[in-house]
């Protein structure tokens, strides 16, 4: 029999639980985003950039991929909060409080991008050359040549990358719980402590991680076989 304090109403913890996992997959895929967009800009910077941008290319991912991502949370979130307001304060303006829900974004954006460039960097290196000099030959500047060869033909290659990152930031929205964040876990955290149900809770919260993780590589799997249409397939 299904737990009645699992269900959904005033008896149970399911609308919370719901809440829970809106704002996980919320943070996550706006904070996914925000890493796509760094890791474009990141790989074009490292590939195609002058030496200043390429130096702050290559620190900014040597960086944050050799720090623990709790670390660089709790880093990011509370030196940028500070750094935000001492900003403000420059102009004349007073401080305020960080929406708890944009700094979990921000955060994990900055972490995801880092990530992203070296998947964009590889996969923008494993397109044929010849590709783009073809582009070259009929007149085509960087930007019609990224949209109409590297783009299409790099993506193959970087959906495996991008599919694992996707998982990541989903697991790592429990991180920001730290900073006060409420998500599905600090929501299952206190339902447990509430209820002394712990065992029940966890296990809920890890079948809707698995849920959520297993749709996603359907899905994933569905947009991989898109784009590889036409490719010989390996044995």
């Known amino acids: 029999m299904f737990p009645e304090i699992l269900s959904f109403g005033e008896k149970g913890f399911g609308d919370e639980l719901l809440r829970g996992t809106q704002y996980t997959l919320l943070i996550a895929a706006c904070a996914y985003l925000l890493g796509v967009a760094l890791g474009l800009l990141g790989a074009a910077a490292k590939l195609y950039g002058g030496p200043i941008s390429r130096g702050i290319g290559v620190l900014y991912t040597s960086i944050v991929r050799s ?5 660089l949370i709790l880093i990011l979130y509370f030196a940028g909060t500070r750094g935000f307001n001492t900003l403000l304060g420059f102009f004349g ?3 305020v409080e960080v929406n708890a829900t944009l700094a979990a974004i921000v955060v994990l954006g900055v ?3 880092a990530y992203h460039t070296e998947v964009f960097r590889a996969a923008i290196l494993a397109v044929p050359p010849g590709l783009i000099e073809a582009g070259r030959a009929f007149g085509m500047g960087r930007l019609l040549i990224f949209r109409r060869i590297i783009g299409p033909a790099m993506l193959p290659n970087a ?3 991008l599919s694992n990152l996707w998982l990541i930031v989903i697991k790592d929205t429990a991180l920001v719980a730290v900073v006060g964040n409420v998500e599905l876990l600090s929501i299952t955290a206190s339902a447990a402590a509430f209820t002394k149900k712990y065992m029940l809770f966890y296990l809920t919260t890890a079948l809707i991680y698995l849920t959520i993780t297993l ?12 784009y590889r249409r036409g490719q010989t397939r390996l044995a």
């Open 67 to 71: 720090v623990p991502e709790l670390v």
């Open 93 to 95: 303006a007073g401080p």
């Open 111 to 113: 972490v995801q991008g």
């Open 159 to 161: 959906i495996p990358g």
């Open 215 to 226: 749709v996603s590589g359907y899905l994933i799997s569905l947009l991989e076989r898109h």
